[in-house]
């Protein structure tokens, strides 16, 4: 990747500069021509870090679901010098260990259970929207600072229970470790410190937090956990840690886009937020389309374990690909209309293709029911409490994160509808 920053783009193929583009941190607002480049150019392109690059769904669901490809080799391919170890997650694990420890927390994230936080998302989302609206007036708000971070953050810190006071510096870590997820040779010095800082303060605030449970255990998924850690044969200390960075980090950052991206698709396109304002049951079936329009998270790497065939194309052991899952959500082979935003594409009766944002076989992500909730209360919410909308500056400012992609700041002016009380 370093060698295609230092390149003339003028002697570039399309396709090597859709290649480009796709990484590059000033296309990062508008990812989506090149993908379409990419697809049409094959099933397979060369990419960076000897890599090929999958933006089709086809096949990226066939790599997806056949577990020959591995997840375990994405540290040693995006970060071969790191000089810190993100503690042992199961995202990055294989079975008979991403078996175990998933087991250990899969049951906090069924769809019953997450059921269970249906009102408390709800309050948390109103007491966001009552601060929104009252501070909004003629200012434009940052949807981002005033909804997008505070609702996902609130939740999963509650869950672990993380206390009120330490959620802002949950953030901070989070945000550090999220950036760090990105290949190594995208990250300039400062963002490889910051990782480094971030890791660290986060083994020690969890380190901290896991003794005080063991001494005083409460209600929450850190005791839950620090019991399976206890029993020794379950889970040891550093797969704790792990499991708890991946919760925090995988459950904050993406959500955070989400809901981002799911303000910025209804703004841009009034016709689909009225729709969603008529019928604000329609947030169910809107937030999946807000996942499959505008993913939060845009890739993903497998390495073949054994030499495994994919539409005529044969890897060899060893052998990398990156799964696009932004370009594969957009194939227009497995979605009609692919660039339309349509949040009756998921209603009930339609029967769409599914979208990959979360992922989909061994790895398929635990927080889905969660991440649908939080974003369907706050689709609810804009439904009947927002008038209507105004972005002054479109296309927003973006963050420079390429797997975990999102806007940096979100600026709206949001007229409230009059209270019918
Ligand atoms: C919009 C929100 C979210 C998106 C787009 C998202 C996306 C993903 C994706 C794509 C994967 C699979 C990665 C791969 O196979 O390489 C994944 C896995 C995972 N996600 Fe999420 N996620 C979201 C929210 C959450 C939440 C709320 C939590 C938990 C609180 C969570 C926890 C996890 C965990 C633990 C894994 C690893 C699963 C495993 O390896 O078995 N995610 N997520």
Redesign the pocket.
């Known amino acids: 990747m370093q060698e295609d920053h230092a390149a003339d783009p003028s002697a570039l193929t399309p396709v090597q500069l859709a290649v480009l583009q796709s990484v590059a941190p000033d296309w990062r607002h508008d990812p989506y021509r090149s993908y379409a480049v990419l697809r049409e150019a094959g099933p397979f392109i060369p990419g960076p870090l000897g890599t090929r690059l999958v933006p089709g769904y086809h096949e990226a669901n066939l790599i ?1 679901q056949n577990p020959d490809w591995s ?1 375990a080799e994405e540290s040693e391919l995006l970060h071969p010098d790191s000089d810190v170890e993100l503690p042992g997650s ?2 990055w694990m294989e079975p008979p260990d ?1 078996t175990r420890l ?1 087991g250990l ?1 899969s049951k906090a ?1 069924t769809m019953r259970t997450i059921e269970g936080l249906r009102g408390r998302t709800e309050q948390v989302v109103a007491d966001l929207f009552d601060k929104l609206l009252a501070e909004g007036g003629d200012h434009p708000v940052d949807i981002l600072e005033a909804l997008a971070y505070p609702l ?1 953050l609130t939740m ?1 810190c509650e ?1 672990l229970g993380v206390p009120a006071e330490a959620h802002d510096e949950v953030r901070q870590m989070s945000a550090g470790i999220a950036r760090g997820l990105d290949p190594d040779v995208l990250l300039s010095p400062a963002e490889l410190a910051a990782r480094t800082a971030a890791v660290h303060r986060f083994r020690d605030f969890f380190g901290d937090l896991i003794a005080q449970r063991r001494k005083a255990p409460q209600d929450d998924l850190i005791t839950r956990l620090v019991r399976a850690e206890a029993d020794g044969a379950t889970m040891s200390p550093t797969e704790l840690l792990g499991t708890l960075l ?2 925090v980090v ?2 904050h950052e ?2 955070v886009n ?1 809901i981002g991206n799911g303000v910025l698709a209804l703004i841009r396109d009034p016709d689909q937020f009225a729709l969603l304002k008529s019928n604000p049951d329609l947030a169910v079936a809107a937030a999946d389309e807000v ?1 499959r329009y505008d ?3 845009h890739l ?1 790497t497998r390495t073949a374990r054994t030499e495994i065939t994919v539409s005529d194309q044969v890897f060899a052991p060893g052998e990398a690909v990156i799964v696009l ?1 932004g370009s594969a959500n957009r194939d227009p082979r497995a979605f009609p209309e692919p660039d339309r935003f349509d949040i009756t594409r998921y209603a009930a009766g339609n029967r769409a293709n599914r979208h990959l ?3 989909l076989g ?7 029911p ?2 649908r909730l939080e ?1 369907e209360m706050a689709l609810r919410a804009i439904a009947t409490r927002v008038a209507a909308f105004d972005l002054p500056h479109d296309p927003p400012p973006y963050r420079p994160n390429l797997v975990v992609r999102g806007m940096s700041e979100l600026l709206v002016r949001v007229t409230p509808e009059e209270p019918t009380r």
């Open positions: 997806m997840h199961f995202l991403h998933r927390v994230f996902p999963v869950l991946i919760l995988a459950g993406t959500t989400l996942l993913a939060p998270v993903t899952f944002s979360f992922g061994l790895h398929y992500c635990i927080g889905a969660l991440a974003m």
